[in-house]
Structures are given as C-alpha cells and as structure tokens.
C-alpha cells in the first residue's frame, strides 16, 4: 500500500477555514489604493492635455478621449418585420421570422439566440399566468362542491 501524495500533515500552510468569505466587497488593493492617491486632485490637467494631445494629432490621445466620449456599444436595436405576438400561439411563427432574418443577414446568430431567450421569457411568464388562472378556477370548484 502507497501513501498518499501529500498527506495532511506534510502540506504547506494551513487550509482555508471553511466558508472563508474572502475579501470584503469593494476591497481595494493597495497599488489601487496608492495610484489614486497620486492621481487625486490631478484629473482635470490630465484630461485636458489628453484633449490638448488629440486635438494636435496623437492619435492614442485621441483614441482615449473617443472612448470615454462615445464608449463602445455592446447591443443595438434590431430592427426587422416581426409578426404581432399577443399570446404563446404566435410564438412559432415570430421564431420563424427570427430565423429568416438570420438567413437574409438582417440579424446576426446572437442577436437571434437573444430575441429567443427574450420569446423564452415570454412564454414562461404567460404559461404561468394560465396556470395561476386554472389552479383558482380548481379551488373555486373545490371550494363551491364543499
């Protein structure tokens, strides 16, 4: 019989205790801690010889101050025909609008995997709706045939 790899006794360091929370939340470190204390009070003159280094043509300069101005877009409207959807009866039919508008190029594969997720989310809410209805319509018979 082999003994273990690392046993217990031998290992480095104790292990952690159990539901160890970690760090507090908003814990900072201390190089974050130590930049902000340099940068205090300086921000104004730093951004305005970022905007003074773009206007005369540094395009990193000017990179920095497009991104804080217009930041990247991480969603954008989709726009394509969508039938109406009033209950979960339409709902093969606007999936399969979805689908054509992925193989047309109007939508993109994630965009569609999104709009699904949101038709998803549509019909739970409307499936639970009409069970909550049908379980008040069974207590009222129950309650009515006592």
């Known amino acids: 019989m082999t003994e273990p790899r690392n046993p217990r006794e ?12 970690g760090k507090p939340r908003g814990a900072r470190s ?11 009070g300086e921000a104004e003159g730093l951004t305005r010889k970022a905007i003074d280094m773009a206007l005369a043509g540094d395009t990193v300069a000017m990179r920095l101050c497009l991104e804080r101005l217009v930041p990247a877009r991480k969603d954008r409207p989709i ?6 959807v009033t209950g979960v009866q339409d709902h093969p039919a606007a999936i399969s609008a979805v689908l054509n ?3 047309s190029g109007d ?3 994630s965009e569609a995997q999104a709009f699904a997720a949101v ?8 499936e ?3 069970i909550d209805a049908r379980l008040k319509a069974l207590e009222g018979n129950t309650d ?3």
């Open 10 to 21: 031998y290992t480095r360091g104790k292990p952690f205790v159990p539901g160890n929370p």
């Open 79 to 84: 726009v394509f025909d969508l039938p109406p």
């Open 107 to 109: 939508l993109t594969p």
């Open 119 to 126: 038709m998803e989310q549509h019909r739970r809410s409307v």
């Open 144 to 146: 009515a045939n006592r």
């Open 101 to 103: 508008a992925v193989a």
């Open 30 to 40: 201390r190089a974050t801690i130590a930049a902000e204390a340099l940068l205090d």
């Open 128 to 130: 639970t709706a009409d």
